[in-house]
């Protein structure tokens, strides 16, 4: 049905826009806070708009390898509930600005964080840009807060930079490095001493997904049994369980807890949370260093910890 997808959650997927997105869109943009938050985005928003955004999308879906504006999809049902576009994105480019609006009933979910996650991701990888970068009205918290979780970095205030509806309008402007994004993830892991270890799982295929997708970790070899995942340089093995032996959970894992270290706690928390990691609890501090535990798909635990600044 699609061309192309991306899958953000079990709930959300990127795809292409199609010409029988209309009506979602139109729906989508009677909101006027969309219109009062975004640049371009025209109010009202009729028929005359969708058409010419669709014969847009068509033009650019036949010059383009890989599509550079995305809908934002209900799995479930397939319903665009939003849009994320790299505008003046150019193939030989090596940067590209991202813009997005989100239907106002999933406002406050997660979703466009995670959605924001995912799609920075598929353009540092797919798209060949190593810089991502976006411009926000100040007063759209919402947004700013979005683009922090996802590890931008705030590179500067436009005063004045922007006129809409007669009134003159501050931009903060944040962008965010391939090297940054990856640097983001975890650096060294620790085993309680060990160098290897092995995690009991249900289902491997859909575990190594986490590792891999999640966690952004190399998947060293995989089979229906086993799959060995590389934590820089440490071997974690995800063991298929039999059904008696992981309801034992004393045997679920190898009596040790991988142990991910990170420079910047609240930074790496903000970015795996935006991937979708679950967190068990807020980041602990103290004297010793900082910590935050999280599980993967089979409850098994890990955590990112921060040393102590010297
Ligand atoms: C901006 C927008 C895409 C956010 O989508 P969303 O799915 O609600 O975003 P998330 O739920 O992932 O994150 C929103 C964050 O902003 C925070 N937030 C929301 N309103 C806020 C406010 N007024 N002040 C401070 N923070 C606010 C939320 O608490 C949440 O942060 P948290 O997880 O730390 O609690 C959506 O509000 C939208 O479509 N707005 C209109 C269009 C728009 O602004 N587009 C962007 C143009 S740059």
């Known amino acids: 049905m699609f061309q192309f997808q991306l899958s953000v959650s079990p709930e959300i997927i990127l795809t292409e826009i199609q010409d029988s997105d ?38 650019k879906r036949s010059s383009e390898t890989k599509p550079t504006t995305l809908a934002i999809r209900l799995a479930k049902t397939n319903k665009l509930i939003g849009v994320f ?19 106002k009933e999933h406002w406050g979910s997660g979703i466009l964080t995670k959605v924001t ?3 920075v991701e ?23 807060r979005v683009l922090q979780k996802v590890g931008f970095q705030h590179e500067g205030l436009l005063r004045n930079d922007s006129m809409k509806d007669g009134e003159l309008l501050d931009v903060d402007l944040f962008g965010l490095l391939k090297n940054e994004y990856r640097a983001m993830g975890s650096e060294l892991v620790m085993i309680n001493g060990l160098d290897n270890i092995y995690y ?15 966690l952004g970790l190399k998947i060293l070899d995989q089979d229906d049994y086993w799959a060995t995942v590389d934590l820089h ?16 959970s ?16 609240d930074k790496a928390y903000d970015f795996y949370k935006s991937r979708g990691v679950k967190f068990l609890g ?20 890990l955590d990112l910890r921060e040393a102590p600044k010297k």
Do not use: C
Request: net charge neutral; charged share 25%.
């Open 250 to 265: 004393a045997e679920r894992r190898s009596g040790a807890t991988v142990t991910m270290n990170v420079s910047e706690i």
């Open 22 to 59: 209309k009506a979602a869109i139109i729906d989508g943009l009677q909101e006027k806070e969309i219109y009062r938050q975004t640049f371009s985005i025209p109010y009202p928003y009729g028929d005359a708009e969708a058409d010419w955004f669709l014969a847009r999308m068509r033009e």
């Open 282 to 301: 807020p980041v602990s501090k103290n004297s010793w260093g900082s910590h935050v535990s999280f599980t993967d798909p089979d409850g098994n635990l």
């Open 85 to 103: 576009g790299f505008h003046d994105f150019e193939p030989s480019g090596h940067k590209a600005e991202i813009g997005y609006w989100l239907g």
């Open 122 to 144: 598929y353009a540092f990888s797919e798209l060949g840009v190593t810089r991502i970068f976006a411009k926000v009205f100040s007063r759209n918290k919402a947004s700013i």
């Open 117 to 119: 996650g995912k799609a």
């Open 233 to 248: 340089g440490v071997r974690l093995g995800l063991h298929k369980a039999s059904t008696t032996e992981f309801s034992k």
């Open 200 to 214: 009991f799982v249900t289902d491997v295929k859909k575990s190594a997904e986490f590792y891999r997708d999640v």
